[in-house]
């Protein structure tokens, strides 16, 4: 999971793009179903950052 991904970027930085890609884009997932779900449930203080 994601503390194995880290430890692999540390060892391998040639694929360190590559798997900080896919990270990202996991983490907009996440963040994109936990903004609906929020909006779903309550429409106030929901922040970011």
């Known amino acids: 999971d994601r503390y194995e991904t880290l430890n692999l ?3 391998k930085p040639d694929i360190e793009k590559q ?17 609906m779900k929020a909006r ?7 922040t970011w950052g």
């Open 19 to 35: 798997m900080y890609g896919k990270f990202l884009k996991y983490k907009t997932d996440i963040d994109n179903d936990s903004l």
């Open 40 to 46: 779903g449930d309550k429409s106030e203080a929901v």
């Open 9 to 11: 970027i540390g060892k």
